[in-house]
């Protein structure tokens, strides 16, 4: 019952986190524009967020099996590696569209844009967040 509460709190929360992660990374790209040999660095919003989910249903399985033995209740938790940060491996060096003679890769308008973009969905998961608490804080007081 808690959990269908918490769903998409849980989702919100990893969506954040991983967008919070992102203007990091578009953010050092625009810092490092003009430094020679700098490699644009950017990862598939989709490809992480899945992943993030895919780690939460994997360790809520794993929590709460009561086998002992190395039965596990699904073939893909044996597989699952443990990750290095919040992004997994979905970080990667974004395309080169505008290569330059310093081998700097980094495409301002499509940086600036990026940040923008990232921005507002930023700003509308945690609108999200805020008006989803409301109405179950409201909920439970009864109003």
Do not use: C, W
């Not at 060096?93 to 330059?100: F, G, N």
């Amino acid at each position: 019952m808690f959990e269908k509460l918490t769903d998409p709190l849980a989702f919100q929360s990893r969506a954040l986190v991983l967008r919070a992660e992102r203007q990091r990374l578009i953010a050092s790209n625009i810092a490092n524009a003009d430094t020679p040999g700098y490699v644009s660095r950017d990862f598939n919003f989709r490809q992480a967020m899945e992943q993030a989910m895919d780690h939460k249903h994997n360790a809520y399985a794993k929590a709460n099996t009561n086998i002992k033995s190395t039965h596990h209740t699904h073939a893909r938790h044996l597989a699952l590696q443990a990750r290095e940060g919040q992004i997994g491996q979905a970080l990667a060096y974004a395309p080169v569209t505008q290569p330059s003679m310093d081998s700097n890769t980094v495409d301002l308008d499509r940086e600036r844009s990026n940040f923008t973009d990232n921005a507002v969905r930023y700003e509308s998961t945690l609108r999200f967040i805020n008006g989803y608490s409301k109405t179950i804080l409201s909920a439970i007081q009864g109003q």
